[in-house]
């Protein structure tokens, strides 16, 4: 335990505008600061922080705390490690009160990947094959190897055993660490004779890492498995340098790979980060979001960059960014376009780098044979659904830009195409499905004023414990900070968790018909096996009549589906 006096020397020597201010970008607002909320989805700010009082309260999700909370929060780390990790910033020395058996585990975490490391860097500088492949092959200087940190996992390495044995890890923890795995033969490092790549988090702390064969061979990278201190999903390769960047050009790029964002870096750009190996999640989008709003998508120019660049345009549109779109002409990717033609073939290409509006004109239009009826038909469609779904969120100057450039691709007429875009939608439609019902109703009534009334009224049976607690909280005071504050612990865990996981709708109005129509086919559900249950024990009289009913009730549900 620290004790209470510990905690509050290291909180005063902290100011918690400083220490929020290098996770997100706050502006001053009389004697507060304000800023887009980190913990949920919005368009204006609601989020506040107090310099006179040393905390933080978001009025629109109603998260809330100090200092450490914060760090906690974004963080995705426990009270102590979000503690250890301010008190070393403070300049307090913690390691009396903690004894080594009682170290975190996010300290024992990173030093294990820390040693480990270092351990492959050592490694790198003995082998000779290894090393001719990063400097041959990939063109790295010796600098640069070290910059980045390259190393390499030797054949039937132990390394992360001896690791483990020097930290006094058990075997459970070293399984958790996500770089080995069990063989009849013991434990084995997944990255055996693969060049590694430390990942880091936010911190500058290795987190994981990742592993190429050299040359050729399948499958050409592997991952530390996701952890509790990494996940695919929200880390992005190189933040912790580009952070800085990011913010001062008031610009991210976003890449696809290790190597296209370290060849990003080398040619100077180094407010490039990448994804590891997907497209961009809503988790990714919302902590840039909180950087900058100005990105630029370099994925590689292949077919799977190409469709990972449009599912990417549909999440960063709902958060507000503005988008280009690189295009590497004949080359694949980021890097291999630097390894032929350096920083000047770089630099030329971002700077043709397209509207998001010309890449997905120009996306649908390769798909697309315009030279027929129905390829045309096709086309304008999807450009159609395109101007819908970027309706909500851009000027109608954009849809314009968009129809104009659709126009003078296809040759249809702009008025043509603006029909398409004005008419109900048909084709895509956003896929949902695996958002719950109870997450949906949550999401729209803390996220949109006027559907509230609505979802007051919603029949209470077939709503989760939580919503229900929610809704009911919020009828008897009307008003949403008081429902926050009164909410049990464990359903305060569960808004908070909606609201930072659901995605943004592109249509609201759409969502709240489609959550009627689910609730009201699982309230016809649960009348069916009410009366399949009566059924078993009906006379035949009974019989007759519940069986006209359970087909009413079938009915009613199949025209529900349809839609
Ligand atoms: P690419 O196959 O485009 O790799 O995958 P690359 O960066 O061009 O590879 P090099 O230049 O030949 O070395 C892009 C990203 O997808 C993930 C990795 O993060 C990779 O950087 N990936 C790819 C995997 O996780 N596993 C794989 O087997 C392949
Ligand atoms: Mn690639």
């Given at each position: 335990m620290i004790p209470k006096d510990v905690i509050e020397e290291i909180k005063s020597r902290l100011d918690i505008v400083d220490v929020i201010s290098e996770y997100i970008n706050l502006e001053r607002v009389g004697q507060y600061y304000r800023a887009l909320c980190p913990f949920h989805t919005e368009t204006r700010p609601s989020f506040y922080v107090s310099p006179k009082l040393q905390r933080y309260k978001c009025f629109g999700c109603g998260a809330n705390g100090d200092v450490i909370k914060f760090v906690q929060e974004m963080e995705n780390i426990s009270f102590y490690e979000a503690l250890e990790k301010l008190a070393k910033r403070a300049g307090v020395d913690l390691s009396k009160y903690s004894k080594t058996s009682s170290k975190s585990g996010y300290s024992i975490y990173t030093t294990f990947y820390k040693k480990l490391k270092d351990l492959y860097k050592k490694e790198l500088l003995k082998n000779k094959k290894a090393l001719a492949y990063l400097k041959?092959?990939?063109?790295?200087?010796e600098e640069e190897i070290s910059h980045f940190e390259f190393g390499y996992s030797p054949l039937g390495s132990k390394l992360p055993i001896i690791i483990a044995k020097e930290l006094n890890l058990s075997l459970e923890m070293l399984m958790k660490t996500g770089v080995v795995f069990r063989t009849t033969k013991g434990i084995k490092d997944i990255f055996e004779d693969r060049i590694v790549i430390p990942i880091k988090n936010e911190s500058g702390d290795t987190i994981a890492f990742g592993g190429r064969v050299l040359d050729e061979g399948e499958p050409k990278y592997i991952n530390s498995k996701d952890t509790k201190y990494f996940s695919k999903s929200r880390t992005l390769f190189l933040l912790d340098i580009a952070k800085n960047y990011i913010r001062r050009l008031d610009m991210v790029i976003v890449t696809e790979g290790y190597f296209d964002a370290i060849a990003l870096h080398r040619a100077g750009f180094e407010n490039t980060v990448a994804v590891l190996?997907?497209?961009?999640t809503q988790q990714h989008a919302m902590r840039l979001s909180n950087l900058s709003k100005n990105i630029v998508l370099a994925f590689d120019s292949d077919e799977a960059g190409k469709k990972a660049a449009i599912r990417s345009i549909s999440v960063l549109l709902s958060r507000g960014f503005n988008i280009l779109v690189v295009d590497y002409r004949d080359y694949k990717d980021a890097d291999s376009l630097y390894t032929k033609e350096g920083k000047d073939g770089i630099e030329k290409v971002f700077e043709k780098a397209m509207s998001f509006e010309e890449f997905i004109v120009n996306y649908y239009k390769e798909r697309y044979d315009l030279s027929t009826p129905s390829g045309v038909e096709s086309f304008a469609s999807a450009i159609g659904e395109w101007g819908k779904r970027i309706a909500p969120y851009t000027s109608s100057v954009r849809v314009e830009a968009l129809v104009k450039y659709a126009s003078e691709v296809s040759g249809l007429s702009q008025k043509d195409l603006e029909r398409f875009v004005r008419?109900?939608?048909?084709?895509?439609?956003?896929?949902?499905?695996?958002?719950?019902a109870d997450e949906e109703i949550a999401y729209l009534f803390f996220n949109y004023e006027d559907t509230r009334e609505e979802i007051l009224n919603?029949?209470?049976?077939?709503?989760g414990n939580c919503i229900k607690e929610i809704l009911d909280l919020y009828k008897n005071t009307n008003n949403l900070n008081q429902t926050m504050e009164n909410l049990s612990k464990e359903c305060s865990d569960w808004i908070f968790n909606v609201l930072k996981d659901t995605p943004p709708p592109s249509d609201y109005q759409r969502i709240l018909r489609d959550v009627k129509r689910r609730l009201e086919l699982k309230k016809l559900t649960k009348r069916l096996k009410e009366i399949d249950m009566h059924l078993n024990s009906a006379t035949d009289e009974e019989r007759h009549v519940l069986l006209k009913a359970r087909m009413d009730i079938v009915r009613k549900m199949k025209s529900l589906q349809r839609g």
């Amino acid at each position: 335990m620290i004790p209470k006096d510990v905690i509050e020397e290291i909180k005063s020597r902290l100011d918690i505008v400083d220490v929020i201010s290098e996770y997100i970008n706050l502006e001053r607002v009389g004697q507060y600061y304000r800023a887009l909320c980190p913990f949920h989805t919005e368009t204006r700010p609601s989020f506040y922080v107090s310099p006179k009082l040393q905390r933080y309260k978001c009025f629109g999700c109603g998260a809330n705390g100090d200092v450490i909370k914060f760090v906690q929060e974004m963080e995705n780390i426990s009270f102590y490690e979000a503690l250890e990790k301010l008190a070393k910033r403070a300049g307090v020395d913690l390691s009396k009160y903690s004894k080594t058996s009682s170290k975190s585990g996010y300290s024992i975490y990173t030093t294990f990947y820390k040693k480990l490391k270092d351990l492959y860097k050592k490694e790198l500088l003995k082998n000779k094959k290894a090393l001719a492949y990063l400097k041959d092959k990939r063109r790295l200087s010796e600098e640069e190897i070290s910059h980045f940190e390259f190393g390499y996992s030797p054949l039937g390495s132990k390394l992360p055993i001896i690791i483990a044995k020097e930290l006094n890890l058990s075997l459970e923890m070293l399984m958790k660490t996500g770089v080995v795995f069990r063989t009849t033969k013991g434990i084995k490092d997944i990255f055996e004779d693969r060049i590694v790549i430390p990942i880091k988090n936010e911190s500058g702390d290795t987190i994981a890492f990742g592993g190429r064969v050299l040359d050729e061979g399948e499958p050409k990278y592997i991952n530390s498995k996701d952890t509790k201190y990494f996940s695919k999903s929200r880390t992005l390769f190189l933040l912790d340098i580009a952070k800085n960047y990011i913010r001062r050009l008031d610009m991210v790029i976003v890449t696809e790979g290790y190597f296209d964002a370290i060849a990003l870096h080398r040619a100077g750009f180094e407010n490039t980060v990448a994804v590891l190996g997907t497209a961009l999640t809503q988790q990714h989008a919302m902590r840039l979001s909180n950087l900058s709003k100005n990105i630029v998508l370099a994925f590689d120019s292949d077919e799977a960059g190409k469709k990972a660049a449009i599912r990417s345009i549909s999440v960063l549109l709902s958060r507000g960014f503005n988008i280009l779109v690189v295009d590497y002409r004949d080359y694949k990717d980021a890097d291999s376009l630097y390894t032929k033609e350096g920083k000047d073939g770089i630099e030329k290409v971002f700077e043709k780098a397209m509207s998001f509006e010309e890449f997905i004109v120009n996306y649908y239009k390769e798909r697309y044979d315009l030279s027929t009826p129905s390829g045309v038909e096709s086309f304008a469609s999807a450009i159609g659904e395109w101007g819908k779904r970027i309706a909500p969120y851009t000027s109608s100057v954009r849809v314009e830009a968009l129809v104009k450039y659709a126009s003078e691709v296809s040759g249809l007429s702009q008025k043509d195409l603006e029909r398409f875009v004005r008419s109900p939608t048909v084709a895509v439609q956003e896929d949902r499905k695996r958002v719950g019902a109870d997450e949906e109703i949550a999401y729209l009534f803390f996220n949109y004023e006027d559907t509230r009334e609505e979802i007051l009224n919603f029949p209470r049976d077939v709503l989760g414990n939580c919503i229900k607690e929610i809704l009911d909280l919020y009828k008897n005071t009307n008003n949403l900070n008081q429902t926050m504050e009164n909410l049990s612990k464990e359903c305060s865990d569960w808004i908070f968790n909606v609201l930072k996981d659901t995605p943004p709708p592109s249509d609201y109005q759409r969502i709240l018909r489609d959550v009627k129509r689910r609730l009201e086919l699982k309230k016809l559900t649960k009348r069916l096996k009410e009366i399949d249950m009566h059924l078993n024990s009906a006379t035949d009289e009974e019989r007759h009549v519940l069986l006209k009913a359970r087909m009413d009730i079938v009915r009613k549900m199949k025209s529900l589906q349809r839609g």
